[in-house]
């Protein structure tokens, strides 16, 4: 007590006042200290050329099999079989052979053969058969292979053989995304569920993943020591992980990262402007291949109902949707899906606005509203009570399909969950209606052409899944029968006039992805696919001389 | 009321009453706005214009991502900030009143057992129980003010017990006893209005809290979606745009709002608080 | 002894309470309990109702969930893919450092100013003072957050704009806290400011410091010596209950400011319907309340001699 009332008569004298204030300068003057204005890592590593990409795509945990965008990130560091071209073709990656037998039921790889784990042991087919094994077994987002792939087998050392269990086309075009598992280390994991390795993880692209470390927000690649391919001019790369898309915006124009990266995204589009200010900035301005669709619960009523969703097609005000969604970088689409970007476009009739059309199809379907409530009955008698699910970054467009849908006396209610909860639910069918982007990948896997996301027969990987009708699967496997031009260009065709007169799902539009990039590097490459981030980017790019 | 009589104490009263009315007219600006919304506002804050207009002749403060006007938004905003702060209030008022009133007067087991009840809530973490329920349920403002309304009793339910405390203590309580009125009606014609006073200013400063509060969970996108929120507001500011390309007219007047609201009220609660501390001869 | 077997209560509804919320709510109940991140066939499903209990009587299964808290088994997150108490664990030192340091300089500036604002006469810096901290009081603490990111990160740029620490040297992380802590503590502050003014306020009213004044003792003497320790009781009180305030304020704080701890945990939890998380956070945070409350009513009864002698 004593000691306390001295104390306390101490800190209370007025002369402390001053030693006080003393103390605080010290304490600010350093934190006030400007610092390097330029990203860190330059500052540290004068003479080291670090690629900073910048993303607010969040990684949940340093889990590269099962995490929804570590794994896209580790495409870098653990590359997959076949890669797309920037012309939008796909090609051997880690395989640099592919041999199908006449009736596709009989895959060969042959692998590169000077490639090698960061660790020091070289790629062979054991690691292939491994990974295809390990992604049938375990991976959740992987079920078509376990209704494909009947055995795995290694014929040498660089040859792996599929031997699959009905004819499949595609086989190759499905490896495009799969990354390379080093046998020697996940062979020992049995619940990839439960693992977590933030420190190196063994690759064998032309880097490496050095950390994950999730508290600052960076993975840090480091160059292969053991990679034999070009070698490439910049020493290290850096993905830097937002939560804000605002702050990432502004980094990016401060110069705390270089280049902008969100998988299958297109820059926010109201944050343009301020970086078009930036002259520093160049742009690469695209015509996605894939687009922004409203989904079906196709299985309930009254989405199973052909009229209803004619109906709700007029009710949707796509020039709005262009206006305030993407700011005008898009193009209202047709019924038939397909942006023209896509290979084997067909012109199918636009779609329309029209609300009173809408209305007059609900009245004429039966989707009166005879208590004069507001709100259209179904056909059960009970009010049209639909719930909407969306991922939070579709907020504001749920909106606008909410307003548009109460206009003609349709009530939604909106849930917002994150994207692998959104990805849980729509595989469990727990919506009725949906945003959805497709992905460029999403529009070529099984059959191509958008039929990955609706063919029920493929389920898994955050696809709808929710056509049953068996003219579709004709058609698909038409698609999945061939590889010939002519034969896929007609197929292709009848899969958009299906779209058009069935309407699955309803486009909202066609969007421009717009990615900048600081030109302090050149010799940027994109694909489709994965955009900026790809290896032969990385291979390519080069610090701009002076 | 049968409450003695005290000397009261002039002086600085008119310091004082400068700061209540100024707490008076704030509170009744946004009294008016939220309950005159739709007259007042230029434009309904539900109609689309074009985005991310800055202000204008047209648009006082410029329009949000989606083109609704900003002002209107604002305007319709102290609706439910008034709401949820009322609503909440009443409930957390009412519950604590009981609580503290029932334990203050029966003592004995049923202060025991009620007081309990009280440390469980008061230990019970309010905000991570409200994101926990609004990740199963559907937000909504009533769930959001039925919900703090049924945390946020428990300072009132302790400071009511108290003055209840001292209250059934007093000699005209005792003798209602002895004239033999019931229970009920010594609690309620007896003690209640002795608590008043007390009451008043702690009901004002739930209201500041529970605005608070439903800002905040506004913010983090919790909120109803089918009412414009202050808190919303800032939310779509802070997630499109709004920062990054210097919009301070969007998230700023929300901001404002709350503040001069939440600041309102505070100063009704503690202007009464001092008012009442004056007559007793305390400050 | 009855204080522990109260706390002990509290803890024992209270953990109850996280027992019976997913049971309660509407959905699917495996959902309710795994989250919704889980992928299972049906067949899997019976198995999965099996491994969680949920084909047992409720008694049995309340039972084994207590099992589980008492050896802090919370659980596994499939949307994280570790255990809960593992990505708990991880996320706690940061904010831990956030909230320390807030709650060491809210508590000392508010407590003190309060102090010495309440002591004091009217006069002008005294109202200034008060204003000021009653301004802060009003501002939601994430607006405030807001407003000093967009003002010293955005426009003027000396400080950081997001992250606990990028280089990790001690200057560095400093820069990284100073504008969090700042907003934290100036929250905090304001409370403490307000109740410990309005505390000695009440405490000048009463007998004993005439009788100090009597002895001959000065102002200041008067105050630090009798009436802080005094005043200061429902401060303790209050840094105790205020542990529930400050982690929903750190919650926001590390939100504006990109923080990647236990606040932004909970909201990631949240959007992905992470239940085991959430419940396992909501458990956490519950003990450390209690435990908090435990050790200021013991700090409170050492200060207070009439509160020991109640015992």
Same mark, same amino acid.
């Given at each position: ?71 896209? =990130? ?97 086989? /190759? ?140 097609? =007029? ?48 009245? /004429? ?127 292709? =065709? ?53 | ?283 | ?311």
């Amino acid at each position: 007590m004593q000691f306390l009332n001295q104390v306390s008569q101490i800190l209370g004298k007025k002369s402390f006042k001053k030693i006080y204030i003393l103390i605080g300068l010290l304490i600010l003057i350093p934190i006030l200290k400007p610092g390097p204005r330029v990203g860190y890592g330059i500052a540290k590593n004068q003479n080291k050329r670090i690629l900073r990409i910048g993303t607010s795509d969040r990684v949940r945990s340093a889990n590269i099999f099962l995490d929804s965008y570590m794994s896209v =990130f580790a495409q870098l560091s653990n590359p997959p079989l076949m890669k797309m071209t920037p012309d939008g073709r796909i090609v051997g990656q880690i395989a640099k052979d592919i041999h199908s037998s006449s009736d596709y039921m009989r895959w060969e790889f042959h692998i590169q053969g000077d490639l090698y784990w960061s660790d020091g042991g070289s790629v062979t087919a054991e690691d292939v058969k491994f990974t295809i094994e390990y992604i049938r077994d375990r991976s959740p987002v992987a079920g078509w292979m376990k209704d494909t792939i009947d055995t795995v087998s290694i014929s040498d050392e660089k040859t792996v053989i599929l031997q699959l269990k009905r004819p499949y086309t595609r086989l /190759d075009v499905e490896m495009a995304t799969h990354g390379l598992l080093p046998k020697h280390i996940w062979q020992s994991i049995d619940t990839p569920m439960q693992y977590i390795n933030p420190g190196e993880n063994v690759g064998c692209g032309p880097f490496f993943i050095q950390k994950i470390d999730l508290n600052r927000g960076v993975i840090l690649f480091a160059q292969n020591p053991f990679w034999k391919g070009p070698n490439p001019k910049i020493d290290a790369i850096e993905v830097h992980i937002y939560q804000n898309i605002d702050v990432l915006s502004l980094a990016l124009d401060k110069g705390e990262v270089d280049v902008f990266y969100n998988y299958a995204s297109s820059y926010p589009y109201q944050n343009l402007k301020k970086i078009r200010a930036n002259s520093r900035f160049d742009f690469i301005e695209k015509l996605s291949t894939g687009l922004i669709f409203l989904g079906l619960n196709l299985g309930k009523a009254p989405m199973s109902d052909l009229r209803f969703r004619e109906a709700l097609s =007029f009710a949707i005000n796509y020039r709005e949707i262009i206006k305030l969604d993407s700011l005008g970088y898009g193009k209202i689409p047709n019924r038939g899906l397909l942006p023209p970007s896509i290979e084997h476009y067909k012109d199918t009739t636009p779609l329309e606005y029209n609300p009173e059309k809408a209305k007059q199809i609900l009245d /004429d379907s039966g989707y009166g509203d005879h208590n004069s409530d507001g709100i259209r009955e179904a056909h059960d008698g009970k009010n049209l009570t639909l719930t909407l699910l969306v991922r939070p970054v579709h907020a504001r467009l749920a909106e606008l399909i909410q307003d548009y849908l109460r206009s003609v006396g349709i009530k939604t209610t909106t849930k917002s969950v994150d994207t692998s909860t959104w990805i849980n639910l729509k595989d469990r069918y727990r919506y009725d209606l949906t945003i959805a982007r497709t992905t460029p990948w999403g529009m070529i896997v099984h059959a191509g052409w958008a039929t990955g996301y609706f063919d029920s027969r493929r389920t898994g990987e955050g696809v709808l899944h929710n056509i049953d009708d068996p003219k579709f699967f004709k058609l698909c496997d038409d698609l999945l029968s061939t590889r010939n031009k002519e034969k896929l260009r007609y197929s292709a =065709f009848q899969v958009q006039d299906y779209y058009n007169s069935q309407l699955p799902a309803i486009p909202l539009y066609w969007n421009v992805f717009v990615t900048p990039f600081h030109t302090k590097f050149q010799g940027w490459l994109t694909n489709p696919l994965y955009g900026i981030f790809n290896i032969d980017n990385f291979l390519n790019i080069e610090p701009t001389p002076n | 009321m049968r409450k003695p009589a005290l000397p009261r104490q002039n002086g600085s009263a008119q310091k004082k009453s400068l700061t209540s009315l100024l707490a008076v007219v704030l509170f009744l600006v946004f009294f008016i706005l939220a309950l005159c919304a739709n007259i007042i506002a230029p434009h309904d804050p539900w109609e689309r214009f074009d985005p991310y207009l800055p202000p204008s002749a047209e648009h006082w403060l410029g329009t949000n991502d989606l083109g609704h006007d900003i002002l209107s938004e604002l305007i319709y905003g102290s609706r439910v900030s008034l709401l949820v702060g009322l609503g909440a209030a009443v409930l957390a008022t009412a519950i604590g009143l009981s609580v503290g009133l029932f334990s203050g007067y029966y003592k004995g087991v049923t202060d025991e057992i009620l007081m309990g009840i009280t440390d469980v809530f008061l230990m019970i973490p309010r905000i991570p129980l409200i994101i926990l329920l609004a990740a199963f349920l559907k937000p909504s403002f009533w769930i959001i003010a039925l919900v703090i309304g049924f945390l946020w009793w428990t300072s009132t339910a302790r400071v009511v017990r108290s003055k209840s405390l001292q209250v059934s203590e007093m000699n005209f309580v005792l003798s209602s006893k002895c004239l033999g009125f019931s229970d009920m009606h010594i609690i309620f014609t007896d003690i209640f209005p002795n608590i008043i006073q007390i009451v008043i200013p702690k009901f004002m400063l739930t209201v500041a809290a529970a605005m608070i509060t439903e800002a905040s969970l506004s913010f983090l996108g919790l909120g109803d979606p089918s009412m414009k929120s202050w808190g919303m507001m800032i939310n779509f500011a802070f997630t499109k745009g709004g920062l990054v390309n210097a919009l301070w007219w969007w998230f700023i007047p929300p901001g404002l709002c709350i503040t001069f609201f939440v600041y309102s009220v505070v100063l009704l609660g503690y202007s009464h608080e001092e008012k009442e501390q004056a007559a007793l001869g305390i400050g | 002894m009855k204080k522990i077997a109260r706390y002990l209560l509290a803890l024992y509804i209270i953990i109850s309470i996280n027992f019976f919320i997913p049971r309660l709510m509407p959905g699917d109940p495996i959902t309710n309990l795994m989250g919704e991140d889980y992928i299972a066939s049906q067949d899997s499903i019976d198995a999965l109702k099996a491994e969680l209990g949920l084909d047992k009587p409720l008694l049995v299964q309340y039972v084994t969930y207590w099992g589980d808290v008492i050896r802090l088994d919370l659980g596994h997150s499939l949307h994280f893919h570790t255990e809960v108490l593992q990505i708990i664990a991880s996320k706690l030192f940061w904010t831990t450092v956030l909230v320390g340091l807030s709650i060491l300089f809210g508590t000392l500036f508010g407590a003190i100013l309060g102090a010495l604002s309440g002591w004091g006469k009217n006069d002008p810096k005294n109202k200034i003072l008060t204003t000021f901290f009653l301004w802060i009081y009003c501002i939601p603490p994430f607006f405030l957050s807001l407003i000093v990111l967009y003002v010293f990160a955005f426009k003027i740029g000396i400080f950081p704009l997001r992250g606990f620490y990028e280089t990790g040297t001690f200057t560095d992380i400093a820069k990284h806290f100073f504008l969090p802590v700042l907003v934290l503590s100036l929250s905090l502050a304001s409370r403490n400011y307000m109740i410990m003014r309005g505390s000695v306020i009440q405490e000048k009213g009463k007998l004993y410091i005439l009788y100090a004044r009597a002895k001959g003792l000065l102002n200041r003497g008067i105050l630090f010596r009798h009436v802080f320790k005094n005043a200061s009781l429902p401060l303790i009180t209050l840094v105790a209950l205020d542990i529930g305030f400050i982690i929903s304020g750190a919650l926001f704080v590390e939100i504006v400011f990109s923080m990647n701890g236990m606040g932004t945990l909970i909201f990631d939890a949240l959007l992905a319907r992470d239940y085991p998380v959430l419940q396992g956070i909501f458990l956490i945070i519950t003990i450390m309340v209690v435990l908090a409350n435990f050790l200021a009513d013991i700090v409170y009864g050492i200060i207070d001699p009439r509160v020991r002698e109640q015992r």
